[in-house]
């Protein structure tokens, strides 16, 4: 039987789990059990990244939930699409631990857009985006996400580093900018001449939501965020505004 080696990362064609996981889905069941027990590391290991603190096998559903996808990634993986097994049963074990944060609303500093409300100013991106940034930002997805919102960003006039400073610290003051951005998504017209003119247009805005100005300005970077993150395909990110939305996240 081949070796299970911990960890392993190699390149798909030299991928022994590849073979051993097309063996799985053709009925060894007892393999599948092996496989998943000599595992549990490298499961325990993703899910205290995701959610940032040491877990307990024992007493951990965020543990339960990763073998639960563990399991689903082996009977889903795909070898004409994936190209490591281990890095798509990483991509599974994320999705849905923090599906499952986000649901039960346990832990609200595991989304990605957290990174964002560190006071990190310009060292943002050093420190998130460099090619040997360790922690969560390792998942593939995570990490692409950023990247194209980082590009969104950038086309009006905005820096990850801006937004560090400018995201709300109170859930309240969250709440209200993502009630803004909906505002803007919600009428075509309005995110058109966003999209446009690169600003809030805040003449048309305030006809439609009893805001304050100041506070639209205040907050402007911020809801420009969020609006171009609910107009996107970003699942990831827009797990947090999701989050943020049902009363998670932020100081009361």
Known sequence: MIKLNIFNRQKAEEDPLRELVCRIQSGDNLLK?????????FILKTVARIIGKYVEVENSEEFSIGLLAFNEAVNCFDVSRHKTFLSFADLVINRRVIDYIRKNKKVNNVFPFTYFEEDEGERFEERYLSTDAVGELNNIEIKEEILIFKEKL???GITLGDLAKAVPKHRDSKQLCIKIAKTMIDSPELFEKLNRTKNIPMTELLKRIDVYHGTVEKNRKFIIAVS???????????????????GGAGRD
Do not use: Q, R, T
Request: aromatic fraction near 12%; glycine fraction near 4%.
């Open 33 to 41: 059990e092996k496989l998943i027990n000599d595992y549990k590391p």
């Open 154 to 156: 950038e086309a009006f």
């Open 228 to 246: 171009l993150i609910l107009d996107s395909g970003l699942e990831v990110i827009k797990s947090y505004v999701h989050f943020v939305e049902e």
